[in-house]
């Protein structure tokens, strides 16, 4: 961590009352000191670099400037990354290492137009090429001696992938696929790195041969020269455009007219195509679940960093900041000492703790699910499926939302780009929509759970993660309402199995009084997105309770009190949240949600005097912080300014505008 001499000192006390050891719980967080230690190295070694020093600040480019410069950027990152290749054998967590949440972003903070090689093209390599296709392609991917993208979404359809009308029409006499855009609509829209980064690309496309349609089918696509980086023939490549964030990834659109490539450029892991054109169905449509649930898994830990990183920046500032006249006779206070600004702070805290650990649980069953299925084994896919979706859906939106609510916490300063508030919100609120949109995901789940609920009604057993379905399953009388931890999460277990019994008796009475089962579950589906988030919401908070318990039982009495504190207070932050939810399917009474109020309204005041020690502990440093608002010493205003000094506008003190237009104006002459 960086340490100025000079430290503001309202944030310098805030580090002296702070009750536990900072290091221990930086060390808890990334898994052992080992861990801190090689993290630090990581960061030390890319940010030695100078990598992330920008001559003139990224938003004063312009969108050509800012593509170039990120282009410079992700490829002096990937210099690195194949160093630590070379030197040191490093895998693919070299690349996360590198290029997920933190160090990523703290780098290329408008996105990077390479991430796509890594997150879907070289994953969708491992999950769907054959051993020999992956000995050809995978060497030169990780080399990096080809760049790849991952095309799926096209202009017409992203949601619907069946509707996707990009085609692959094998002809047998040359053993090759035909590439094909029918309409514009069919054309590729979104990509990241595609537009002019990318020379090789995974196409998903509707596979015919002999004259049927198999459905939509992996591809590997050379679009541009190795050489020249000229589009090959046929291949209409381009850029999407400005977007709301993320306009380093350099998205782009693509459209094929009959584009031939060799038969062995199929995908052929799971489905394959016979040199005679004959189709060779997958075992299991399900083993191409493999890398999108890789790729969810990782979102969710990377909303964990972008959630660290806003709220470090929200909680120093508000140590730094003063506002106000609450007692006549007395300093305005430090805006930390608000109880609404606590409040807007400390579940963030909480928040990014929580999704850790549930990150590292669903990416242990990842692990395991995946040893599994290599092995045949099936069964838990729809599971860990189901779970995915509902933890990304959830991770997304309240990793937004708590990004959003970190900005309004920093009042206006928050609205500037120095707080880099705003773009980490874009790039958050992004996760929101790739990788399966929010709503359709918690459909997904949703589904799963209407299933899981008819097969413990007829006395099936049932997965871990929904066993307790079977458990609190419906007809059962309603248990006392137990005002702790356990039974706040137990409670939300209720609702959860309650919504999911209600969903199902909708679905079958609108079935019942004629409606298809399709229009069943449209009607009804408000319902089932709100049935998955219940049951995510207590997967999350059963999840952190127990992997936390677990874990103090390793530390210090002054750490242990404190994250116990916030498994509290994050538990009954939800239970309030959801009040209406707890009354309507437990048997919570008025006097208990005042408790629980009042828990809350202590925690906070608990909570309160290492506010900045636990966002401390997430160990940002400031390159990666990049904050005037969040910087290691509290030099808030100075920093402000000095970055307000680096707008180009300020480099003149008369802008030529004047003399063209605002002097004429104003003297009647325009
Ligand atoms: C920043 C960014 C990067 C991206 N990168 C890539 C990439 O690298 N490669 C790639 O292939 N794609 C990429 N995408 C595309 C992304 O995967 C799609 O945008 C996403 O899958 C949603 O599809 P859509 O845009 O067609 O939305 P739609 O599916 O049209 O959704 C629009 C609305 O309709 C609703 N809706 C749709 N279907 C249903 C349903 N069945 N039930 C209820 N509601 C429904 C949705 O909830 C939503 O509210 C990216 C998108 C973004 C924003």
Redesign the pocket.
Known sequence: MSKSTSVNPDLQREREKCTFNITELTNLLDGGPHMTEERKRRETMVLNEGIHIEEVPSEYLSHKEKYELAVKKACLMFKLIRRLQEEENAGMESFRAFLGGTLGSAILQDGSPLT?HYV?FIPTLMGQATVEQQAYWIGRAFNLNIIG?????ELG????IRGLETTATYDAKTKEFVLHSPTLTAY?????G?AHSANYCIV?AQLYTNGQCHGIHPFIVQLRDEETHMPLEGIKVGEIGA?LG?NG?N?GFLGFEHVRIPREHMLMKNSQVLEDGTYVKSPSSKLTYGTMMFVRVVIVKDMCNYIAKAVTIATRYSAVRRQSQPKPDEPEPQILDYLTQQHKLMVGIATAHAFQLSADWIWNMYNNVTAELDAGDLERLPELHALSCCLKAMTTAEAAECVERCRLACGGHGYMLASNLPHTYGLVT?AC????????LL?QTARYLVKTWQQAQGGNSLPPTVAYLSRVGAGRRVPPWDNSIEGIIHGFQLVAAGKIALCVANIEKRQKSGMSYEDAW?MT?VQLTQASEAHCRAFILSSYFEETERQVKGVSPQLREVLLQLVDLYVVYWALQRIGDLLRFTSISERDIEKLQHWYEELLTKLRPNAVGLVDAFDLRDEILHSALGAYDGRVYERLMEEALKSPLNAEPVNQSFHKYLKPFMQGKL
């Open positions: 796509l879907m993208t991952y095309a799926q979404t359809h992203g949601t619907f590729k829209w979104w990509p990241g595609l998903m977007k993320m990834t998205n992004a929509t790739y990788e399966g949109e929010n709503t359709v459909l449209n589906s």
